[in-house]
Structures are given as structure tokens and as C-alpha cells.
């Protein structure tokens, strides 16, 4: 049997030493630390998290990414980012960590623009949050190498400047949790990302600014908006 278009180019992120890492999907978790659920006018009481969802092409390596259209008010949140290499359903927050194969750092750009008007309507976020080149990654870092890191400081630099800091043991949801939440609503499977929230400090981004995204002990990122 053939194929009645071309098959599109995969999309993978290198792994530290070697390989690269097929991505299957792309989930995020909202307002995961709660400094950025107050800056975001959202109490961070600790309910049930949610999620949405990106393409598996929004993932980027490449060391630029251009301005996406449709916008003027394009915002940074850096978050670590969990990929899978086991899958499954219903699966228990107590043996979750054995489905990781590992971390990087990543940004979740976002058309703010784009998401108040769809909040303020009522509509969904894809276009806000989906769009091209919106979820930039570090090299992949494997979890039988740095273990599964709990705590450490998140951070994001432009032009030099300290944007975004906190610690990953300031999240609501472990990233045990979040699996165990996320495997309850839909099927998860090796390939999958999850990105784990953002701190406080989430601000726009011009045109021309250069990027420096740190997880500590987990991977950097370095990456120019053009």
C-alpha cells in the first residue's frame, strides 16, 4: 500500500551522547507553580490540574525561531519537560517515574493576544498556544543518567537580563502526579512530552531578543527570536 501524499519528516529531539527521541505528542499542564497562577489572576489552590495540547511540530531545536505572525504580544514561559518511553492508562502515580526516559528544558511560547481574546469568548486556546515553532527544547537528558529531578533552579535569561527563576520543588503537581492525572484522561505513550508549568516572571518577547533557558542539573537552551 502507498501513501497518497509524501509522509512528513518526523519530528525528534537529540538525546545527550546520541539518538535522537521521536515525538509523539505534546502536553502541557496549566498554572502548575503557584507564584505564576496569582501573577495570572488564578487562585493557586491545589485542584485538579488541566491540560491542553500542542503539535508534535510546535517542537524546535533549532538555535533561532522566527516571530510568529498574528501577534505583537508573544510571551516566554520556560518549564521543564518530561518525555515518555513507556505508555499506558490509569497508570499509578507510585510507579509513574518508571515511564520517563528523561528531561530537557523547553519554552511554551504563547500568543497572549490571541489567548485573552479566546478566553474572553469562551473559545479554545489552540491558536494561542499551538502555533509554529512555539515549544523550543534543549537536548534530552536520560533519567537512568541524572535521576528525576525534584528540585533545582528553573530559569530564563533575555539579552542578559534574569526574566523568570524558581525551583521545581515549587510545583503544585510532581511530574509523578501530573502522569498519573494525565494517563486518567487519555492514553499515554512513548514519544509523549509534557511540559510541567512555568514560574512566576512570564513577559514578552521582541523581536531580535536572545534566549537563555536553564534547568539545573537538566539541560540549557539557547535560542534567538528573528
Known amino acids: ?23 509523539r505528542r505534546v502536553l502541557c499542564v496549566a498554572r502548575n507553580y503557584a507564584a505564576h497562577a496569582r501573577e495570572m ?35 516566554h514561559e520556560v518549564e521543564m519537560v518530561v518525555a515518555l518511553g513507556r505508555g499506558g492508562a490509569a497508570i499509578d502515580p507510585d510507579n509513574a517515574l518508571e515511564h520517563v526516559f528523561g528531561y530537557t528544558v523547553g519554552l511554551d511560547l504563547t500568543r497572549r493576544d490571541i489567548q485573552a481574546e479566546a478566553k474572553k469568548n ?5 491558536m494561542a498556544k499551538g502555533f509554529d515553532f512555539s515549544a ?5 537528558r536520560r533519567a537512568s543518567e541524572i535521576g528525576h529531578p525534584s528540585k533545582g533552579r528553573i530559569s530564563l535569561d533575555i539579552n542578559g537580563e534574569r526574566r523568570q527563576v524558581g525551583d521545581l520543588s515549587e510545583m503544585i ?22 511540559f510541567t508549568g512555568t514560574p512566576e516572571g512570564v ?24
Open 173 to 194: 503537581w510532581s511530574v509523578s502526579e501530573m502522569i498519573g492525572h494525565l494517563s486518567r484522561l487519555v492514553t499515554l505513550a512513548p514519544g509523549d512530552l509534557i
Open 203 to 226: 513577559g514578552p518577547i521582541r523581536r531580535g531578543d536572545q534566549l537563555h533557558a536553564v534547568v539545573e542539573g537538566v539541560a540549557e537552551m539557547k535560542v534567538a527570536v528573528v
Open 122 to 126: 469562551g473559545r479554545p486556546w489552540d
Open 136 to 140: 523550543p527544547c534543549g537536548i534530552l
Open 41 to 75: 489572576g488564578q487562585d493557586p489552590d491545589r485542584e485538579p490540574p488541566f491540560f491542553f495540547s500542542k503539535p508534535a511540530d510546535a517542537v524546535s531545536i533549532a538555535p533561532s525561531i522566527p516571530y510568529p505572525p498574528a501577534t505583537e504580544d508573544l510571551h
Open 1 to 23: 500500500m502507498s501513501f497518497a501524499i509524501p509522509m512528513p519528516d518526523p519530528t525528534v529531539l537529540p538525546v545527550a551522547g546520541g539518538d535522537l527521541f521521536p515525538v
